[in-house]
């Protein structure tokens, strides 16, 4: 197993590859995996110093969490290479491809790892945040049924997509949510796994927790954060609650009766019971294992 498949993803902190003072607290925060970002949350002119402090950092392994994923400039811009070129000898955990248009974004920068033999456990991820993603979807999660492709994750870029589309961002999100929505239903096509985008208002820890929890009710497996404080709401509102582990463990014991094997379907506490309700809760208390 890689060290992405079977992972909690409840809590994944952005640290601008430019704070060495963030990326010094990395492995000692309690987040799931760190994105360590030389794109967006480094001013143009500190690109040079970002590359060196992710270089340094790398090289002291006890500083480094255990996922560890970097944030890459679009293979577009005049960055990109050098900074994929970077990324990929550092052999993190995953590399994240921003501004994704196409599936040929992805299978091009697969194409470059794999010519410089990358080993397979870098893995790719891909932020949805441009109209054109959200268009091609589809095809661009259908990549996670290839290995090859490398492709683990989709990571919602709410701030891009708002900018891009010209939607109004309100507190409920509402404008957002078909395409956050979408963004999940693409992950689940694709067996991928889906992390929501950041909240900005990082000090209204009542508000995040809310949307943390809708994020959590959408499917989403966890959600991308910019601050320590956003870590232990995320970890809380996606493991999966005591109630659900209840419910989950009462329908594995109630199949595993002797009466009940080999039915289908069965009855508990007035409620109809499946197998495939069976499946869905060996996945839960598999997750709240992990969690
Ligand atoms: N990762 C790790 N540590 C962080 C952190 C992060 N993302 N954000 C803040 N911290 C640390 C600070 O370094 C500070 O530690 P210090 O006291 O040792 O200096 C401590 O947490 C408290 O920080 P605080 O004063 O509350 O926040 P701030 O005003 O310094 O920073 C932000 C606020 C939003 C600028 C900062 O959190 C940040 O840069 N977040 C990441 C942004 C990002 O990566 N965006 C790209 C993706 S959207
Ligand atoms: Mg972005």
């Given at each position: 197993?890689?060290?992405?498949?079977?992972?909690?993803?409840?809590?994944?902190?952005?640290?601008?590859?430019?704070?060495?003072?963030?990326?010094?607290?990395?492995?000692?925060?309690?987040?799931d995996a760190v994105i360590v970002d030389l794109e967006d949350a480094v001013a143009?002119?500190?690109?040079?110093?970002?590359?060196?402090?992710?270089?340094?950092?790398?090289?002291?392994?006890?500083?480094?969490?255990?996922?560890?994923?970097?944030?890459?400039?679009?293979?577009?811009?005049?960055?990109?290479?050098?900074?994929?070129?970077?990324?990929?000898?550092?052999?993190?955990?995953?590399?994240?491809?921003p501004k994704v248009d196409t599936p040929r974004d992805i299978l091009e920068a697969g194409d470059a790892l794999d010519e410089e033999a990358t080993p397979e456990t870098t893995k790719l991820w891909a932020m949805v945040e441009t109209p054109k993603a959200m268009l091609n979807l589809g095809a661009i999660a259908e990549l996670g049924?290839?290995?090859?492709?490398?492709?683990a994750g989709l990571v919602a870029g709410t701030n891009d997509l708002a900018k891009d589309t010209g939607v109004l961002?309100?507190?409920?999100?509402?404008y957002l949510l078909p395409w956050l929505m979408q963004i999940v239903l693409a992950a689940r096509a694709g067996g991928?796994?889906?992390?929501?985008?950041?909240?900005?208002?990082?000090?209204?820890?009542?508000?995040?927790?809310?949307?943390?929890?809708?994020?959590?009710?959408?499917?989403?497996?966890?959600?991308?954060?910019i601050?320590?404080?956003?870590?232990?709401?995320?970890?809380?509102?996606?493991?999966?609650?005591?109630?659900a582990v209840a419910?989950?463990?009462?329908?594995?014991?109630?199949?595993?009766?002797?009466?009940?094997?080999?039915?289908?379907?069965i009855s508990l506490d007035g409620r109809m019971v499946e197998r495939l309700h069976l499946a869905q809760a060996e996945r839960l208390l598999a997750r709240a294992g992990r969690a």
């Open positions: 197993m890689s060290m992405t498949a079977g992972r909690p993803f409840r809590s994944v902190l952005y640290m601008p590859a430019s704070n060495t003072r963030a990326l010094a607290k990395a492995a000692t925060l309690g987040c143009p002119g500190d690109k040079d110093l970002a590359r060196r402090n992710l270089k340094d950092w790398f090289s002291a392994r006890d500083a480094k969490p255990a996922v560890t994923i970097i944030r890459i400039n679009a293979l577009s811009t005049e960055l990109g290479a050098d900074d994929l070129s970077l990324a990929r000898s550092l052999e993190p955990e995953g590399i994240l491809l049924r290839d290995p090859a492709s490398r492709l961002v309100t507190p409920d999100r509402r991928l796994v889906a992390l929501d985008g950041v909240m900005n208002e990082f000090r209204d820890l009542d508000a995040f927790g809310r949307e943390c929890t809708e994020a959590a009710a959408m499917g989403f497996d966890g959600k991308t954060l601050h320590p404080a956003q870590i232990e709401p995320a970890n809380k509102a996606f493991s999966p609650s005591d109630a419910e989950a463990q009462a329908i594995v014991e109630t199949f595993a009766l002797p009466e009940n094997a080999g039915k289908g379907v």
